[in-house]
């Protein structure tokens, strides 16, 4: 049974920038997509970005392409996001996610049904 705890979240001001990291224990992932998530006060969690098991394949949000960059160390169960440039829109609860009903694919889902296993969040709070 996999577990998955997320660390890094904090306050930050704007412009500034913020490195989460998602571990994985109990079951390797270092066979399948993993991504990231967000949720904000009264809204639907949202797709941020996800990577395949090897990295060769990712898949950005338009809301963060080229502030955010994901990436992943499968040697430690390991998948980091490294947010730059952070706006108060970024604020949110962010949860990471793995696929695992399939190995090995260059797939990268953007829907939440497309994710079985999930963490239990990080709170990002972006000041003014």
């Known amino acids: 049974q996999v577990q998955l705890v997320e660390s890094g979240g904090g306050l930050v001001q704007a412009g500034g920038s913020l490195r989460l990291s998602c571990a994985a224990s109990?079951?390797?992932?270092?066979?399948?997509?993993m991504g990231w998530f967000r949720q904000a006060p009264g809204k639907e969690r949202e797709f941020v970005v996800g990577?395949?098991?090897?990295?060769?394949?990712?898949n950005y949000a338009d809301s963060v392409k080229g502030r955010f960059t994901i990436s992943r160390d499968n040697a430690k169960n390991t998948v980091y996001l490294q947010m730059n440039s952070l706006k108060p829109e970024d604020t949110a609860v962010y949860y990471c996610?793995?696929?695992?009903?399939?190995?090995?694919?260059?797939?990268?889902?953007?829907?939440?049904?497309?994710?079985?296993?999930w963490g239990q969040g990080t709170q990002v709070t972006v000041s003014s």
């Open positions: 996610a793995v696929d695992f009903t399939r190995q090995f694919t260059r797939r990268v889902g953007v829907l939440e049904s497309e994710y079985d296993s």
């Open positions: 990577i395949s098991w090897s990295g060769g394949s990712t």
């Open positions: 109990g079951r390797s992932a270092s066979t399948y997509t």
